[in-house]
C-alpha cells in the first residue's frame, strides 16, 4: 500500500469508518436522533482522484481513464465506456485479491485503495 494509502488508512479511514458506524448525533424537533454518516463520493481532478484511488497518475500511457481500461491512444475520439474492460468492483477486488503485480499494472492500479475499507463507497 503506498504511501498516500497507509496515511489515509491511520486517518482520514479511521474517522469516515467511525461516522459509518456510530454517526452523529443531531438534535433533531426536541430529541437527539443518531444519524449514520457515508461519504457518497469523491469529487477532483484526474491526478488528484487518481491519487487517492491509488490508480496510475500516467494519462499518455496505458489506463488514463478511472472506469475502464483504454489506453491513452485509444481514448481520443471515444465518447462512451466501453462495455469490455470496464473497472468494476467486482473487477477490481478480484485484481487485488490475486495481488498479481504485473496484472495490477495492466489495470493501472498501484496499490489497494483505502477508500474500500470503507462500507459503502466503492471507489
Ligand atoms: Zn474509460
Not at 40 to 61: E, K, P, R, W, Y
Amino acid at each position: 500500500m503506498g504511501d498516500l494509502q497507509q496515511q489515509m488508512s491511520k486517518t482520514l479511514l479511521v474517522e469516515l469508518k467511525e461516522l459509518e458506524k456510530e454517526g452523529i448525533v443531531i438534535k433533531y424537533r426536541g430529541s437527539r436522533r443518531r444519524f449514520k454518516v457515508i461519504l457518497l463520493t469523491l469529487a477532483g481532478d484526474n491526478l488528484g482522484l487518481n491519487q487517492l484511488g491509488a490508480l496510475c497518475t500516467c494519462f499518455s500511457g496505458n489506463n488514463p481513464c478511472r472506469m475502464c481500461n483504454v489506453t491513452a491512444r485509444n481514448l481520443k475520439g471515444k465518447y462512451e465506456l466501453p462495455v469490455q474492460g470496464l473497472k468494476t468492483a467486482e473487477v477490481y477486488d478480484q485484481i487485488i485479491s490475486r495481488g498479481d503485480a504485473e496484472e495490477m499494472v495492466d489495470w493501472g492500479i498501484r496499490a489497494p485503495c483505502a477508500f474500500n475499507e470503507l462500507q459503502y463507497l466503492v471507489f
